[in-house]
């Protein structure tokens, strides 16, 4: 099956730098990368999602690159802001699953936005 | 909140209780998952269901028995669990490839 591993576990930057997570993937496969937001003790929310037939997206100060060949896809914040300070975690999904979803996840990456 | 709902947000039972958590959907959606959250280890998903049908069964324990009676709601039906069941519960929808959304969780302690 799928394997994704995420990198790194955890990040500190202080406000206003960028902020870069990592993911890698083991399905060249796989056709859909999203990515999810979970504040402390609140449900994951995905914030962007990027499909197999793309290099990259951008939404505001959020970017996430996709490279095939490499088997790897990232996350880009800019300008970060201390309500950026959640956990990360990325997905991949193998095909095969139809309509649905069979995502993968990786283990998660906890940001600490400094003021 | 509107979305995905999940009861109760907390629940604490003993190994030879039997328990269900619940989870509603209000976006219209055709999918709904249950998903397994442990500390310190990856979202694992548990249960598919596309049109009340279940499509996956990721290898769960027999003592975790699903339920989609309609395709806007879910139940995972649990009896005699071990403590390391101990876990957050999520229950998450899709419509076709456009994005799963997560109910807020059942934190589930097994004492």
């Known amino acids: 099956g799928e394997n994704v591993e995420q990198h790194p576990s955890t990040l500190s930057v202080q406000e206003g730098d960028s902020a870069v997570i990592k993911c890698t993937y083991s399905?060249?496969?796989?056709?859909?990368f999203p990515w999810y937001k979970q504040e402390l003790g609140k449900r994951p929310q995905l914030i962007i999602d990027?499909?197999?037939?793309?290099g990259e997206k951008k939404d505001q100060r959020i970017a996430v690159t996709l490279n095939k060949t490499a088997k790897h896809f990232s996350l880009h914040i800019t300008e970060t802001q201390p309500e950026d300070s959640a956990v990360y975690f990325c997905a991949a999904n193998p095909p095969g699953g139809g309509s649905n979803y069979k995502l993968t996840f990786g283990k998660g990456t906890l940001l600490t936005v400094n003021p | 909140e509107t979305g995905v709902t999940q009861t109760p947000r907390h629940l604490v039972m003993g190994m030879t209780n039997k328990k269900s958590l619940k989870c509603e959907q209000h976006l219209g959606h055709n999918a709904m998952y249950w998903y397994k959250q442990s500390a310190k280890k990856p979202l694992e998903l548990m249960f598919v269901y596309n049109f009340k049908e279940q499509t996956e069964n990721n290898s769960v324990p027999s003592r975790f028995s699903p339920e989609c009676p309609n395709s806007s709601h879910l139940f995972l039906h649990l009896h005699t669990l071990q403590p390391e069941d101990s876990a957050l519960y999520l229950c998450?929808?899709?419509?076709?490839?456009?994005?799963?959304?997560f109910g807020q969780g059942t934190r589930l302690t097994v004492v």
């Open positions: 399905d060249s496969a796989s056709n859909y």
């Open positions: 990027i499909r197999s037939n793309v």
């Open positions: 998450a929808s899709s419509q076709d490839l456009r994005g799963a959304f």
